[in-house]
C-alpha cells in the first residue's frame, strides 16, 4: 500500500487534540514546530505500507483531524528506526509520537490493525515471563492466533535468522525477571501518574500537502 495523499483527509476536527498527544509523549516533543519539510517520510523505510506520511499526519494532528489520525495505520507501521528523529531539522521526537498516537488509539480500541495491539500485549507477556523477547514465541503465537496461513511465508527468513544466530529457538530468562518486573510496574505508575489532563490549545489548521509537498 502507497502512502495515501494527504489531500484525502477529512475528518471531525477537535482543537485539543495535539496538545492530547503532546500530554502522552514524555518531555517536549516539539510536535508544534513541524516545518513540514518532509524529510521523515523520505527517511522512512516503511513508508509505502503507511496510510499517511509522518508529515501529514503531524499536519492532521495540528488540524484537530483526531478521529482521522487515529484511523491511520502509519503509527503501527512504524519499526522505530529513529532515522527520522535523527534527521528533522526541529528535533521533533517522532518516534515517540508514533507511541502516543498507538497508546491513545489501542486505549480507545480503534488500532486500524486489530492484531497489532494483541502483538503487543505478547511481546510485553513475553519481556515478563522471561526479562527479554522471545522472537520465535512472539510471532508463531501471533500467526498461529491471527493468520496461519502467513506462517509458512515466514519461515526462510526465521531459519535463516536462526541459522545466523540472530534469534534462539528457545527463550533464554533474565536472573532477576521478579526486578525487571518491579521496574516495568513502577514506570507504568509513574507513567499514568504524568499524564495530565491536556488544556486545550489552539493550533492553526495547516495544509495537509500543498504543491512541493515532499513525501
Ligand atoms: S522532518 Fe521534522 S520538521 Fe520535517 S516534516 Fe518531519 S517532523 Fe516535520
Ligand atoms: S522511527 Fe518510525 S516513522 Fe521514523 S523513520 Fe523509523 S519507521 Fe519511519
Given at each position: 500500500?502507497?502512502?495515501?495523499?494527504?489531500?484525502?483527509v477529512?475528518g471531525?476536527?477537535d482543537p485539543?487534540f495535539?496538545?492530547e498527544?503532546?500530554a502522552v509523549?514524555?518531555?517536549?516533543?516539539?510536535l508544534?514546530?513541524?516545518?513540514q519539510?518532509g524529510?521523515?517520510?523520505?527517511?522512512?523505510?516503511?513508508?509505502?505500507?503507511?496510510?499517511?506520511?509522518?508529515?501529514?499526519?503531524?499536519?492532521?494532528?495540528?488540524?484537530?483531524?483526531?478521529?482521522d489520525?487515529?484511523?491511520?495505520?502509519?503509527?503501527?507501521?512504524?519499526?522505530?528506526c529513529?532515522?527520522?528523529?535523527?534527521?528533522?531539522?526541529?528535533e521533533?521526537r517522532?518516534?515517540?509520537?508514533?507511541y502516543?498516537?498507538?497508546a491513545i488509539?489501542?486505549?480507545?480500541g480503534r488500532?486500524?490493525?486489530?492484531t497489532a495491539?494483541?502483538?503487543?500485549?505478547?511481546f510485553v507477556?513475553?519481556i515478563?515471563r522471561y526479562?527479554?523477547?522471545?522472537?520465535?514465541?512472539?510471532v508463531?503465537?501471533h500467526?498461529?492466533?491471527h493468520?496461519?496461513?502467513?506462517?509458512p511465508?515466514?519461515?526462510?527468513?526465521?531459519?535463516e535468522?536462526?541459522?545466523?544466530?540472530?534469534?534462539?529457538?528457545l527463550?533464554?530468562?533474565?536472573?532477576?525477571?521478579q526486578?525487571?518486573?518491579?521496574?516495568?510496574?513502577e514506570?507504568?505508575?509513574l507513567d499514568?501518574?504524568a499524564?495530565?489532563?491536556?488544556?486545550?490549545?489552539?493550533?492553526?489548521?495547516?495544509a495537509?500537502?500543498?504543491?512541493?509537498?515532499?513525501?
Open positions: 500500500m502507497m502512502a495515501a495523499s494527504s489531500s484525502q477529512r471531525r476536527v485539543g495535539l496538545d498527544v503532546c509523549i514524555p518531555g517536549n516533543s516539539r508544534e514546530t513541524c516545518i519539510c524529510t521523515c517520510g523520505g527517511s522512512c523505510p516503511s513508508i509505502a505500507d503507511m496510510d499517511h506520511t509522518p508529515r501529514a499526519l503531524f499536519a492532521m494532528i495540528r488540524a484537530g483531524l483526531r478521529d489520525t487515529l484511523a491511520s495505520n502509519t503509527p503501527f507501521m512504524c519499526v522505530s529513529y532515522l527520522c528523529v535523527v534527521r528533522c531539522p526541529q521533533i517522532i518516534t515517540d509520537a508514533m502516543a498516537l498507538k488509539a489501542t486505549r480507545e488500532a486500524p490493525r486489530a495491539p494483541d502483538f503487543s500485549r505478547t507477556a513475553n515478563r526479562g527479554r523477547s522471545f522472537e520465535v514465541g512472539l508463531v503465537r500467526y498461529l492466533h493468520d496461519v496461513l502467513r506462517l511465508a515466514m519461515a526462510p527468513m526465521g531459519i535468522m536462526l541459522l545466523r544466530r540472530r534469534i534462539g529457538l527463550p533464554h530468562r533474565i536472573r532477576d525477571v526486578g525487571l518486573c518491579a521496574v516495568l510496574d514506570a507504568a505508575r499514568e501518574a499524564r495530565p489532563v491536556p488544556a486545550t490549545r489552539a493550533a492553526p489548521a495547516l495537509l500537502g500543498g504543491e512541493g509537498a515532499p513525501a
